[in-house]
């Protein structure tokens, strides 16, 4: 008696106890926000818990030799127990004087049962770091008051909870940020199967505009169908003076038992309000097991509909697999339904099929699925088949696919793809088989693309031996489709105990009006470590007067050191054939040599010889990098030709380059001229600062021309601003002066989008001319405009006006213009371009002997026969400023050609006269005939009728026939 007396009333005086310093840890508690929000709070020092821990710290003695590291727990009774953590450490801090900060963190806590099922709890954590003058950068302190309540017994057994939370944050600069939480929590038992769960929390800030926060929750758990459902409810709400958000959610979760096992019944709705902006979604699940076929079949099916601010969308999924054990052990199969309705979008279906079975072969297991796709959306339809198998052959793997694809639509194609991976087998090796088809239907016309990936292993020669075949096509922007074919052979071998690697390749290209095919042969055989390589690449391109060859032969040798570890030296010969021309041999040697960190010496030897011709270049570079962006540059540079006095330059230069689009100058200074002689000297400046996102400006001052080893009349100056992005709005400024010119050139150009396509507009004063060369005085304005119209039509126009702002007696302005319209495909129903160009937008001719067109008009259209061949007919009408240039006015140019027969017609040809007059416009009829029997195997046929003008008697007609055969022989 005297001892559960006893016991009571110690019990009642260390709560007591516990209580008095509880609240005299948690005086700031009381004074709300007032206390909390100073810096002197951050600071990690104790109150009445660190009084008691220090009031007998004998206990504490030999616990921890490092008095900036320390985790300490006294239990005072069992019902309650003490706990104090420190730890000091330094940390980097870019704010701190030195770089560098302490950081402090402290946590105090106390733990109290006072009853069986009545728990309390306290905790306060600091955490903050200071520079070395004890100065607050930044801090954290949280203080956390908690009790838990249980209740009832059995199935009605509960627990009520009550938390709150004080934090604040100091960062330097921007004050003290506070926050005040306040949880209380229930989960009770209400029997029978039934529970209960609620939640209540909010979240505020003493600032106005800071964040204001509340959620509640509810959920209800109910027996049924032998299981346990669950039906809940959430509501949030979230402010912060700016900002407002509201997110409700109901939603039930129920289960559901069919005939092959337990499953479940899900649905939830999900309503959002942000700044004013609603949405709703919807969420339907069900998932259920059917006893079937002697096994577990699962069906599932899910539905998600939104809708957002009046516009919906929804997504459903229907998924059912099933065991077909009954029928083949271990076989099964699933189907999948998924229809998609998205926001401006047609609705859109795909199902899946998939059968999935073991499949022994050859004595060995194996397996075989089947798998089908269809997608419907508008009126396109698109199907996907894919077949795989996987089997063993001589105990090792072996696997196959087909996979093949149909589409309707405007547009229907096919596809077929055959993969087998085969096994390393005990004669060759492992390799692969890939075939694909790829055949378009449109508009009546069908093309195929056959793609052909083969890999064989040549075991049995080496062990990395293979031959490769190909077939693929090219698709080309504005260009015929490519068929492209290689053959290849990779031999490596065993010879003296050095590995040499063998290969070949061959490589034919077709397109229509142009077929060639190119030979690769290489040899390489280790040397001082690397590899000595032997190249030989020649091409074949067959033209109606024979077969052009060129050919190209290299010889690599392996990079050698030289003395040290810092110099080396590689070298490369190379021999160019071309039919009917000289061969032509090219030697490089080149050296690299690096006696200092950051110093870098470069050499170079090279002989070019043209068969009559021989020139020997020289050269020397030395770069020395004293910086990480800064080097010093020197370049020594000597050629000798064939006939020519030798010319030396010299060049030294200073290269500067800044990070993050800084300023970057290089800075130069030339010499040249001829050994002996006094050489001439000029010196380079350029600069460069920013990016085009901002402005980036460019600026040259020089007195050398480098392309053509001499200076200038006069130095030029070139300065450049660009400003912007051509897809939204781009500025360039341009200038450039030298005295030599009659006036400075000043330039501004404008690129935009605008009329639906790329817009360019430009004024430019005393450009140079359409030569490239002569400065004329004059303004230059030019707009040009390029736009797709519909479907695949084109439009391309340009306009540009010269003013010379001459009297009336002389040339006061020019105009001239460009105009193409082009639209069509060839493989369809055919490409038409119409075109119009005037003085500067006329090209220069290829003939130099003929003269440029002031104005030239053109038709062209080029019509793809598939695989057969092509039609191609164009009409110009040429203007000259010459009136006595004897070419007529208007040209035609057609070609057919179909299988092996090509037919062709010109009119307006210029035809060379041998006594020097000018140039005579005749008509060309011709017709050819090629049969390619083998790969080095044809018969060309070949026949030309050129007849002249009819007021050209002078001249005959003249016809012109060939026969040619080749054999590889």
């Known amino acids: 008696m005297f001892s559960e007396k006893t016991s009571a009333m110690r019990k009642h005086g260390l709560i007591q106890l516990v209580l008095c310093g509880l609240l005299a840890l948690s005086a700031p508690l009381s004074g709300a926000w007032g206390q909390l929000a100073t810096v002197e709070n951050f600071y990690p020092t104790g109150g009445l818990l660190e009084s008691v821990i220090a009031a007998d710290g004998a206990w504490a003695r030999g616990q921890s030799s490092d008095p900036t590291q320390y985790d300490m727990k006294f239990a005072v009774s069992p019902e309650l127990e003490l706990r104090r953590a420190f730890s000091e450490s330094v940390v980097p801090h870019k704010e701190a004087i030195v770089g560098s900060g302490i950081q402090r963190a402290l946590t105090d806590s106390l733990s109290l049962e006072l009853a069986s099922r009545t728990h309390f709890g306290f905790s306060r954590e600091i955490n903050n770091v200071r520079d070395l003058t004890r100065a607050l950068l930044s801090g ?29 944050e100091f960062v330097r600069g921007q004050g003290i940020d506070q926050l005040l939480t306040e949880l209380i929590s229930l989960e009770s038992g209400l ?87 609603a949405e709703r979604t919807r969420t339907t699940t069900i998932d259920a097991l059917l006893a079937m076929f002697g096994g577990q079949a699962s069906t599932s099916y899910m539905r998600i509909a939104t809708d ?28 999948q339904i998924q229809q998609v309705k998205e926001k401006k979008q047609p609705d859109a279906e795909v199902r899946t099929s998939l059968l999935e079975t073991p499949w022994p072969m050859m004595g060995a297991g194996g397996s075989l699925s089947l798998r089908r796709t269809t997608k419907r959306q508008a009126d396109t339809r698109a199907a996907t088949y894919d077949t795989q198998l996987a089997t063993q052959l001589e105990g090792k793997p072996l696997t196959a696919q087909y996979l093949s694809s149909r589409s309707t639509g405007g547009t229907s194609s096919e596809t077929e793809t055959l993969k087998i991976d085969m096994p390393e087998l005990s004669m060759f090796g492992s390799g692969t088989i890939e075939y694909d088809v790829n055949v378009t239907h449109k508009d009546g016309t069908k093309t195929s693309r056959p793609t052909l990936n083969l890999a064989v292993p040549l075991g049995f020669l080496s062990d990395s031996a293979e031959l490769t075949h190909i077939i693929k096509h090219v698709e080309r922007k504005k260009k015929p489709t490519q068929e492209v074919r290689e053959f ?99 030697t490089d040697i080149d050296l690299t040599y690096q006696p200092l960190p950051g110093l870098e010496l470069i050499g170079n030897y090279q002989i070019d010889d043209h068969g009559a011709d021989d020139s020997r270049d020289r050269r020397a570079l030395a770069s020395w990098h004293l910086t990480k962006n800064l080097s010093l540059n020197a370049l020594f540079h000597q050629l000798n030709g064939a006939g020519d006095a030798a010319r030396i330059v010299r060049n030294l230069y200073v290269t500067k380059e800044s990070a993050d689009n800084g300023l970057n100058v290089q800075a130069g200074y030339t010499t040249w001229g001829q050994p002996g ?41 070139q300065l450049a601003a660009v400003s912007g992005d051509p897809d939204k709005l781009s500025v360039k400024l341009e200038y450039e002066d030298h005295p030599a010119r009659l006036a400075p050139m000043r330039g501004i150009k404008f690129a935009f989008p605008a009329l639906g396509g790329d817009m360019k507009l430009g004024a430019v004063a005393n450009p140079v001319g359409r030569d490239g060369k002569t400065v004329q005085r004059a303004d230059l304005f030019e707009v040009s405009l390029n736009r797709p119209l519909f479907s695949s039509l084109n439009l391309d126009v340009g306009y540009r006006h010269w003013d010379y702002g ?85 040209s035609l140019e057609g070609a057919l050609k179909y299988g092996h027969l090509t037919l062709g017609y010109q009119s307006g040809v210029a035809v060379p006269r041998e006594d020097g007059q000018k140039l005579v416009p005749c008509s060309v009829f011709s017709l050819s005939y090629e049969d390619r029997w083998t790969e080095n195997s044809r018969l060309i046929i070949t026949l030309n009728r050129t007849t002249p003008p009819q007021d050209r008697e002078d001249l005959e007609r003249s016809v012109e026939g060939r026969v040619e055969y080749t054999t590889p022989f």
């Not at 908690?146 to 057994?157: D, E, I, K, P």
């Not at 919906?312 to 189907?335: E, M, N, W, Y």
């Not at 071998?493 to 397109?511: C, D, N, P, T, Y």
């Open 488 to 586: 290849g052979l990779d031999l490596p071998l065993q010879l003296f105990g050095a590995e040499i690697q063998l290969g070949h390749l061959r490589k034919s290209v077709r397109e229509p009006g142009d077929y060639r095919v190119v030979h690769t042969s290489s040899f390489a055989v280790p040397l001082a470590g690397e590899s000595l390589k032997i190249t030989r690449q020649s091409t074949h391109i067959p033209l109606s007067g024979g077969i052009e060859r060129t050919g190209l032969t290299t010889i690599d040798l392996p990079q050698f050191k030289l003395f040290t570890d810092n110099a080396t030296i590689t070298a490369k010969h190379a021999i160019s054939e071309n039919t009917g021309r000289a061969h032509y041999r090219k």
């Open 140 to 168: 954290e302190e949280t203080k956390t008051l908690s009790l838990r309540q249980g209740f009832g017994s059995g199935t009605t057994a509960g627990i009520l909870g009550y938390k709150r939370i004080e934090s604040a």
């Open 308 to 335: 957002e601010n009046g516009s919906s969308s929804a997504k459903q999924t229907l998924d059912f697999a099933t065991p077909l054990d009954s029928l083949v052990q271990g076989a099964s199969f699933s189907h």
């Open 677 to 717: 002689n006094d050489p001439d000297g000029a010196g380079d400046l350029r600069v460069s600062f920013g990016d085009t996102s901002h402005v980036q400006l460019t600026g040259r001052l020089s007195e050398y021309d480098e392309k053509k080893w001499e200076r200038y009349d006069q130095p030029i100056l």
């Open 806 to 890: 001459r009297s009336d007696s002389g040339e006061n302005s020019r105009q001239y213009m460009h105009f193409k319209l082009e639209g069509g495909q060839e493989d369809h129903l055919g490409k038409l371009v119409v075109g119009l160009r005037s003085g500067d937008f006329v090209p220069d001719p290829s003939d130099k002997k003929k003269p440029r067109a002031e104005k030239i008009a053109e038709l062209k259209y080029t019509k793809s026969l598939g695989d057969m061949g092509q039609l191609h007919l164009a009409v110009y009408r040429p203007e000259y400023p010459d009136a006595g240039y004897t070419l007529s006015h208007e």
């Open 191 to 277: 029997g029978n199967g039934y529970d209960v769960a609620a939640k209540l929390q909010t979240t505020d800030s003493p600032d106005p505009f800071g964040l204001h926060q509340r959620i509640e929750e509810l959920s209800l758990g109910l027996p049924m169908m032998g299981a346990t459902g669950k039906l809940s409810f959430s509501n949030f709400e979230e402010h912060n003076g700016i900002h407002d958000k509201y997110v409700r959610k109901l939603s039930a979760d129920l289960p559901l038992t069919l005939s092959g096992g337990p499953g479940k019944l899900g649905f939830s709705e999900v309503r959002k309000i942000i700044d004013g902006s």
